[in-house]
Structures are given as C-alpha cells and as structure tokens.
C-alpha cells in the first residue's frame, strides 16, 4: 500500500506485480464504484487472479473513497479522468491499460477512453451505463438517492446511534459516507453528470467488454455499447441485478482472463507514441491464462463498509 500525490490530492494506491511479466504484457488498472466502495472491491476479487496470469495490475481509492484524501470539490467525471492520467504519470507508467471499471467507475473508464485514446488499450465495464437516455436516468436516479441519504444523515442522528450501539464499524462507515456526501461537491457533480454522446461512443477504438446482469435496471446499456461502439463485446449473465461482481466473481475472472487473452501486445513505449507496424500480437493463452505465477506478497486492504 503506498501513497502517490497526484493531481493536488493524495492517492492510496497498490499495485501488485506478477513474478514474471511478459514483455508487453497488460496493465490493469481497476476503477471502483462511488460513495461506500473502495479498491477492496477489486483487491478480493479479480486483482489477484489478474496478477497471477501475469498481469501488472493497479487498484486505488478514487478521491474521496477509502484511504484516499476527500478534498471538498473534483468529483465529475472528467475529474476523475484527470486523476486518473496524473496518478498514472506520478508511478511512471507510459503504455497504454486496460481498464476495469464497476458502476460508476465504468463512467470513469468510459469516459478516459473518450478524452484520453491514447493512454487507454482496452475497457471491460461491469454494470455501467455511459450513454443515451438510460444514463441519464441513471445519473439523475443516483443524485436522488445520495441527496435522501446525505439528508437523513444530517438529520437523523445515525452517526450518534451506531456509536452508542458501540458498532464501531458501521459508525466508521457512515462518518465516511456523511462526509462525502455533506461535505463535498460529489452530489453536484453526479447530478450534473452528462451522458456520452452517439458519436462519442462510436469514437473509441480500443475493445470494449461490457458485462452485465440480466435483470439489472442497466441491461440496457448493453445495447447502447453494441449500437455504437466498433469492437464490442457484451456478456449478459442470466439471473443476475447490479450485483455482478459480488454474486458472479468466478464467472466474471473467467469472463475478463479469456478477454485479455484476445488482446494484442503492444510495445511498451510513451503515450502518443507511433506503434511500429506488427508490433502488436496476439496474447496467447499459455502467456496469460496459463501462466502460474504468485502474486507478490501485499498487506490487504481495510474492507471500509464491507
């Protein structure tokens, strides 16, 4: 676990390097939900495995979220895109990632792959919506939502509650999330939130892997992604609402180990850089699914409202 300072704010940061990484081998890089999500999310679940079919990966708190500072402003997407590239520079990396984005952190990677083509090499979105009319509904549903909560926390007297009750955790909890929500522009910035454009969605280049339960309120978003964007692919699991990484992690590493298996490897060299001609090959199987590597030693993170 380190701190980076990046784009005026500190990060908490880990990164989990493979035992032996394949030369051009993916960087991964995990983009979490809002308010009481946190890098734990991905730390328990995909990281790992990720790690040891040999990728590099990287996880962090978005600003606000976990054990990442909570400036009082910075919360819109384009924000979050700017932290992002900064946080990037700041640990020296160059070639483009992979991102991974849950929920609102699919806005986040959606939107980096839109105003930063050059720094991203392929989305997987896990039950994000980032376009159309659906987004925009999703967005206004969410600004509803964390004002009624920011509101209830202000007034209700909860965070006296669970600190009498001695349930140190919950209270924990809900310190954090009335500061986010009280005393930050984070409300604000999710209601004004716009949704991607047509065009900018037909604009992004890199694969798109877009994942989605069944019976989620943004399935639809799935053919929003296949309406518009050239390479997309959209897995659809059967029985499943917006709780795909929780309830479907097995599937879902398998989902995202046989995607990364299909992207090329590209050259690792600094953004906006020419990529020579046939510098990029397919990853094979035996390079990346195959590949039994440890994961290098790491402390785990604090489960912040697990």
């Known amino acids: 676990m380190a701190d980076v300072h990046a784009n005026g704010t500190r990060f908490n940061v880990q990164v989990l390097e493979p035992q032996a990484r394949a030369a051009g081998g993916p960087t991964l890089v995990f983009v979490h939900g809002l308010v009481t999500?946190?890098?734990?999310?991905?730390?328990?679940?995909?990281?790992?495995p990720a790690t040891v079919a040999g990728a590099r990966v990287i996880l962090y708190d978005l600003r606000g979220h976990g054990r990442s500072d909570r400036p009082e402003d910075g919360y819109t997407a384009d924000d979050g895109v700017a932290d992002l590239c900064a946080l990037l520079d700041a640990l020296g990396v160059t070639e483009p990632v992979h991102l991974v984005g849950n929920s609102y952190g699919g806005v986040l990677a959606t939107r980096m792959a839109v105003t930063a083509p050059g720094r991203v090499a392929g989305?997987?979105?896990?039950?994000?919506?980032?376009?159309?009319p659906g987004a925009a509904a999703w967005f206004e549903d969410m600004a509803n939502t964390l004002s009624v909560t920011a509101l209830r926390l202000e007034h209700d007297g909860a965070r006296d509650q669970y600190a009498k009750a001695r349930q140190r955790r919950m209270a924990r909890l809900v310190r954090h999330v009335d500061g986010l929500l009280n005393r930050t522009s984070l409300v604000d910035d999710v209601a004004a939130e716009r949704p991607l454009r047509d065009d900018?969605?037909?604009?992004?280049?890199?694969?798109?892997?877009?994942?989605?339960?069944?019976?989620?309120?943004?399935?639809?978003?799935a053919a929003e992604l296949e309406r518009h964007v050239p390479d997309c692919t959209i897995e659809i699991l059967p029985g499943l609402a917006h709780t795909v990484l929780r309830e479907a992690t097995g599937t879902l590493r398998d989902i995202l180990l046989s995607w990364l298996a299909e992207q090329p490897i590209r050259a690792e060299q600094p953004v906006g850089a020419e990529q020579p001609v046939g510098a990029e090959q397919p990853v094979?199987?035996?390079?990346?699914?195959g590949a039994e590597?440890?994961?290098?030693a790491a402390k785990s993170p604090i489960r912040e409202g697990a």
């Open 284 to 289: 094979g199987a035996e390079q990346l699914i």
């Open 37 to 48: 999500d946190n890098l734990s999310s991905f730390y328990y679940t995909l990281a790992g």
């Open 123 to 132: 989305l997987m979105l896990i039950e994000a919506s980032c376009a159309g």
């Open 200 to 221: 900018e969605l037909a604009a992004i280049r890199c694969p798109v892997l877009g994942v989605y339960g069944e019976r989620s309120e943004l399935v639809g978003a």
């Open 293 to 296: 590597q440890p994961v290098q």
